[in-house]
């Protein structure tokens, strides 16, 4: 792709209209019963939530008309921590959005929707809003005139068309394997609820045992790291941040020196080891961030603990399952024993191994649980296999995107 195929130009020259959303307050409400109605907020955009888990509200015809989404729309979060983040619609929604969004309309005859929304994933669209959102203000906040002034390269349609249709691509077989991934952990919590979880008091007392932790696992706790150990590159470590609510994720992770990473290698986490956060937030919303979240680690490789991580080392193999913990540490019922039973210190919330020792668990017979460690390992090397394509497939689009968007790639 020669230069002369393409301009510069600013999301002014490319924009319709630009303007914030409704106000929560007077013009839409979220209310707690289903108004036909649903209002997109910052929350939704940022923890990536589905049509289905967002808000309804309550809205007049007029506004409605004004702030209904539509396919296209582009939306941008414009103020708060999570500042620039932005979603595209893909359809027609019975939905509005609030003030904390700028909805940008572009001409379709000059940009590919989807090829500007590529833009806005890059990091010179995150530079941009660093400069001109967070300044000296303690909350960052995205006024439009500056968000307008972001420059982009704009090849022709044709090309833009390709670029965008090569991304896509790319993101589809993403979410087909998250898609995947979330089949495959219902599958994997159905057959725990049926083989694991005794019907009534009269199952209860055949076979079934109520024993504490201590029984069957020792704890083992993470490197207290120094902040001044953390480099841009090297040897990755594992903090609260990558342990989710049943899985262990890859991304955004931080890193030591090899001269640190010696002084902590007994602190190496070994391939399928369960981990626990025993530091995290309490009920706010958002599980992916509450204290005791469980997750296996599926990776091979070098990979060291950080402190308030834990691994809980299963003691016999025999009599007791890390598939087992995984479902059943992870359920609703565990999740709020942990965090109902945590300290907080400094607004932060934290359990202890003597907690987690003294946890009492049902066990189900022996025969039952073998049965369904069988059954869940097959599900979850399926589990495995997914996520590390989705971490294959998204490191390509990630280095491909500014590539393709700067012209670097000829297509």
Partial sequence: MSSNQSEIVSLHDITLSANTGLDAIK?????????????LRIQDISQSKKFEDWGFCEVNEKNFLSFQLKQNDIIIARTGETVGVNKIILSDLKSVFNN????????????????????????DFKNHINGVARGASTQPNLRIEALLDFKINLPTIDIQNKIAKILSSLDSKIELNWQTIKTLRELSKSLFLEICV???AEELQDNWVVSKLSEFVEIKNGYAFKGTDFIDNGIPVIKIKNVKAGRV???NLSYVSREVADKAKRFLIKQ??????????RHDGNPETWVGKVGIFHRD??????QRVSILNIIDENKMSRYFLSELLSSEEFQSYFISNATSSGGQANISPDLIYNTEIIVPPIEQLHKFNKLAK????KIFANELEVETLTTLRDTLLP??????IEI
């Fill in 27 to 39: 013009r839409a409400p979220i209310v707690e019963f289903d108004s036909g109605i649903k209002c």
């Fill in 100 to 123: 904390g969004l700028i909805r940008l309309r572009i001409n379709p005859k000059k940009i590919n929707p989807f090829y500007l929304f590529y833009n806005l994933q890059n990091i």
């Fill in 198 to 200: 005794p019907k009534n």
């Fill in 249 to 251: 994720i890859l991304n």
């Fill in 272 to 281: 399928n080891e369960l981990l626990i956060t025993m530091s995290g937030n």
């Fill in 301 to 306: 490789g070098e990979y060291l603990l950080n």
């Fill in 378 to 381: 097959e599900i979850y090397n």
């Fill in 403 to 408: 590539r393709l968007i700067k012209g670097e």
